[in-house]
């Protein structure tokens, strides 16, 4: 898992560049944190969705991609259940389902009293191809 960890520690840097810290890696799971800045704020002074949508959907890439092999989002859904406005917010990916082409998780947007902000659902199409060497 270290290797994973690593690869989208030094290879995701739109994650870098919005503050993203991966956590932990498992087979089919990922956590991931974000500390919300000023930047991360919309008109209406909560954290925008599309901040929130980023954090989960690094979460579900991690998770997705720990088995080593290159997978490919190909839907995703969120519901956006409770607004944030500050602090840190965690997200935690999780495998549903997997095959040899597809795979299924769910991701769990919190923040750091453990309120549910957003619930993230995504499918992989997954590739023959090596993420790994």
């Given at each position: 898992?270290?290797?994973?960890?690593?690869?989208?520690?030094?290879?995701?840097?739109?994650?870098?560049?919005?503050?993203?810290?991966?956590?932990?890696?498992?087979?089919?799971?990922?956590?991931?944190?974000?500390?919300?800045?000023?930047?991360?704020?919309?008109?209406?002074?909560?954290?925008?969705?599309?901040?929130?949508?980023?954090?989960?959907?690094?979460?579900?890439?991690?998770?997705?991609?720990?088995?080593?092999?290159l997978a490919?989002?190909?839907?995703?859904?969120t519901s956006?259940?409770?607004?944030?406005?500050?602090?840190?917010?965690?997200?935690?990916?999780?495998?549903?389902?997997?095959?040899?082409?597809?795979?299924?998780?769910?991701?769990?947007?919190?923040?750091?009293?453990?309120?549910?902000?957003?619930?993230?659902?995504?499918?992989?199409?997954?590739?023959?191809?090596?993420?790994?060497?």
């Amino acid at each position: 898992m270290e290797q994973i960890k690593k690869f989208f520690s030094e290879h995701d840097h739109f994650a870098q560049h919005t503050g993203i810290e991966l956590l932990r890696v498992e087979a089919g799971k990922a956590w991931a944190k974000m500390e919300i800045q000023a930047y991360h704020m919309n008109g209406a002074k909560t954290v925008h969705g599309g901040a929130i949508f980023t954090l989960a959907d690094f979460a579900f890439a991690v998770a997705s991609n720990s088995h080593g092999n290159l997978a490919m989002g190909i839907n995703t859904s969120t519901s956006f259940i409770n607004p944030a406005t500050g602090g840190t917010l965690f997200a935690a990916a999780e495998e549903i389902s997997i095959n040899n082409k597809l795979g299924c998780y769910q991701v769990r947007v919190t923040d750091q009293e453990g309120r549910l902000i957003a619930q993230f659902q995504g499918t992989v199409y997954r590739k023959q191809d090596s993420i790994i060497g």
